[in-house]
């Protein structure tokens, strides 16, 4: 898929002082995508929208730290 089109958002949490900073962006095919700001160019972790939520809910927990 070609995200060079994509449109990101970063994270409300991020107080642009260049700390650890998300983006996130809705892809066609119902699909989103995360990244890291200080690095667009490097991996970008693709989530189904029926996995969304339960991968919002499991950040929200912590399970990642």
């Not at 409300?12 to 095919?29: F, I, K, Q």
């Amino acid at each position: 898929m070609d995200l060079r089109r994509a449109v990101w958002r970063k994270s409300s949490y991020s107080n642009g002082t260049g700390g650890a900073c998300v983006e996130v962006a809705l892809l066609d095919g119902d699909e989103h995508a995360v990244r890291d700001s200080k690095n667009p160019s490097g991996s970008i972790l693709r989530v189904p929208r029926a996995g969304w939520v339960p991968f919002l809910l499991a950040v929200r927990c912590g399970e990642f730290d």
